[in-house]
C-alpha cells in the first residue's frame, strides 16, 4: 500500500509539530499502517494545493488526497475496517466528534497563548514572518509576545479546564476506555505540538492527566517520546 | 419484567426534575421500557436508605437496586442489549464517560447558579429549608439569591462554555450522531432539569443547541415536553 503524509515541520524536517498532524501520526500506528512522511512548511502552500488543500495534515493514498485529520482517521477506519478500531463502533464515530470540539476548543484554542510566542524560535525566517503576520492578526494586531505575557496565570486555567478530562480519567485509564483510541489521540496531538515547540510546564506531574499523556508517549515503543520536543 | 425508578420530586409529584433522573428517564424510554415512578424528595432519605444510597436516581429491578445514573446506562444497556443501544459499542460507552464529566461539570454544574433560588420555590417547607442549608453551605455561606444576583452575566460564560457542543451540533444533528443515544441524554437531563424549576431563558432562539434541544423535548412522543415544566 503506498500511504504518503503531509506534515508541518519547521527548520528541522525530522521535528513534526502540529497538533491534528500528531493526530493523523497517532491514527495511522494506532492502525499499524506506516506512512513515507512529506514535510511540509508553512509557507508552502503550492505544494498541497493540487491536492485541494491549504493545511495540512493531507494523506495520500495511491495518490488519492484525504484532507483534515478528522476526515482523514474516518478514511483509515473505512478502508481498514479488519485493524484495530479508531472509534470502538458508531457510537464512538459520532461521541469523538464532540471529543474531537474539545480537542480543538479547549486543547489547541487553550494551549496556543501558552506557547505562541515559541513557535517561530522553531520555523525558518520566511514561515516565522508568515505565522507572526497570520497569528497577530487574528489576536487583534496584539504581538505573540503580548499574547503569551500572562502564561503563568493562563496555564492555571488551562489545567482548571481540563477538569472534564481529569474525572474522567480517574474512572479509566484512557478516553477510549481500557486502551487508547481516537479520542485520546485528539487531545494528545494537542499536548504534543506544545512538547515539541515550547519548554511551558502545562502539567503539574501530580494531575491525571499528566500520568495520561505519559502513556501515551510510551505508545506505539515511544513514538511521540522519541521524536524531538523538550522534557515536559 | 419489574422495573420502578425513585425520581426526585418537589411539591408535585408528577413534577420530576433531576438532571440524574432526567437522563434514566430519556434511557428507559430509548430502551423502550417503561419503569414504575416512586416519587422521592430531598429529606426521604430513609426510603433509599434500604437500596445503599442516599441519592436517586436509584433503579429497582425484580427489587435489585441499581444505584447512579451512570450506573444504571450501563446496566440498561449490558441487560437489554437486544433493544436499541445506548452507546453504539464499547467505544461509545467509554467516550460516553467524557461526556457524562461535561454533562457534570459544564451543563449541571454551569445551569446551577442560574437557577439554584428558583429551586425552593418548588419544594415543601421541609425539602426547601434542607435544600438551602446543604446548597448554601456548598457555597461557602452565600444565600442561593447571592449566587444567583449575577445570571444575566452568568448565562452568557454558560452559553459560551456550549461551544464544544455547538460545534459538534453543526457537524451532526445529535451527539450520539444521526439519532439521539445516551451521550445526548446526559446533557439533555441538565436543560430539562431547568426547565421544570426555572423560567429563566437559558438559550438564545437561534443556537444550534436549542434546536437540538427542542428536538430531544419531542423525542419520545414529547415525553420531556409534555412533562410539566416552563416554557423556555
Keep these: 500500500m503506498?500511504?504518503?503524509?503531509?506534515e508541518l515541520v519547521g527548520t528541522d524536517p525530522s521535528r513534526p509539530f502540529s497538533p491534528y498532524c500528531w493526530r493523523t501520526r497517532m491514527a495511522l500506528a494506532h492502525k499499524g499502517l506506516s506512512a513515507e512522511t512529506l514535510p511540509w512548511r508553512f509557507t508552502e502552500k503550492s505544494a498541497i494545493a493540487p491536492h485541494g488543500s491549504e493545511k495540512v495534515p493531507v494523506l495520500l493514498h495511491h495518490h488519492k488526497p484525504v484532507v483534515d485529520s478528522w476526515a482523514?482517521?474516518?478514511y483509515l477506519e473505512d478502508h481498514f475496517p479488519d485493524r484495530p478500531l479508531l472509534f470502538g463502533g458508531e457510537g464512538g464515530r459520532a461521541m469523538a466528534r464532540m471529543i474531537n470540539a474539545f480537542g480543538d476548543i479547549a486543547i489547541v484554542g487553550g494551549i496556543f497563548p501558552l506557547?505562541?510566542?515559541?513557535?517561530?524560535?522553531n520555523l525558518a525566517e520566511v514561515d516565522a514572518a508568515y505565522f507572526r503576520q497570520s497569528r497577530e492578526a487574528r489576536f487583534g494586531g496584539k504581538t505573540l509576545e503580548e499574547?503569551?505575557?500572562n502564561r503563568d496565570t493562563g496555564v492555571v486555567a488551562f489545567?482548571?479546564?481540563?477538569?472534564?478530562?481529569r474525572q474522567t480519567l480517574k474512572k479509566q485509564p484512557f478516553i477510549g476506555g481500557a486502551a487508547p483510541n481516537y479520542a485520546d489521540y485528539i487531545v494528545f496531538g494537542g499536548f504534543q505540538w506544545a512538547r515539541v515547540?515550547?519548554?511551558?510546564k502545562l502539567l503539574e506531574n501530580d494531575d491525571p492527566v499528566y500520568a495520561?499523556?505519559?502513556?501515551l508517549l510510551d505508545a506505539f515503543d515511544g513514538m511521540a517520546r522519541t521524536s524531538p520536543g523538550f522534557a515536559v
Design 2 to 6: 503506498s500511504l504518503k503524509l503531509f
Design 72 to 74: 482523514i482517521a474516518n
Design 115 to 121: 506557547i505562541v510566542a515559541d513557535i517561530p524560535n
Design 147 to 149: 499574547v503569551m505575557a
Design 159 to 165: 489545567r482548571k479546564s481540563l477538569e472534564v478530562m
Design 197 to 200: 515547540v515550547s519548554p511551558f
Design 212 to 215: 495520561w499523556r505519559e502513556k
